[in-house]
């Protein structure tokens, strides 16, 4: 896990939400218990941040809430919180259902063994 991505979990932490992120890898989900968010990290795209919801034909399983972020420090609560929104600003579709909490989310997702909380 690089420096970039660390600095990242700390902050998002900081904001009281928990971070669940896969061994290695610089991706991973926030929660606040109930709503879910995932962020990711690349040398070539900086951070994006992404809702989450239960997976649909129309939809897939989440928005994209931001991408080319190159600076921790521009990474804020109220970011991290537009993930948590039933349907984002500027998106129309509306069949799309948010996971009820973060142990429904865990319950159905193929790779949550694979999660370690930081």
């Known amino acids: 896990m690089g420096t970039q991505f660390k600095k990242a979990v700390e902050l998002i932490k900081s904001y009281g939400f928990k971070v ?9 989900y926030f929660t606040d218990g109930k709503n879910i968010g ?7 795209e900086g951070f994006t941040f992404d809702s989450v919801h239960q997976p649909c034909r129309d939809a ?7 991408s080319g972020i190159h600076s921790v420090e521009t990474i804020t609560k109220k970011l991290c919180e537009r ?10 579709l509306t069949t799309i259902k948010k996971w009820n909490d973060w ?12 999660l370690i909380e930081q």
């Not at 995932?38 to 070539?44: A, I, L």
């Not at 897939?60 to 931001?66: E, F, N, V």
């Not at 142990?103 to 694979?114: A, G, I, M, N, P």
């Open 60 to 66: 897939g399983t989440g928005y994209r809430i931001a």
């Open 20 to 28: 669940y992120i896969y061994k290695d890898k610089e991706y991973g």
């Open 103 to 114: 142990e429904h989310f865990v319950r159905k997702h193929w790779s949550k063994d694979l």
């Open 38 to 44: 995932y962020f990711q990290y690349s040398n070539f």
């Open 83 to 92: 993930c948590f929104l039933p349907i984002p600003e500027g998106f129309i």
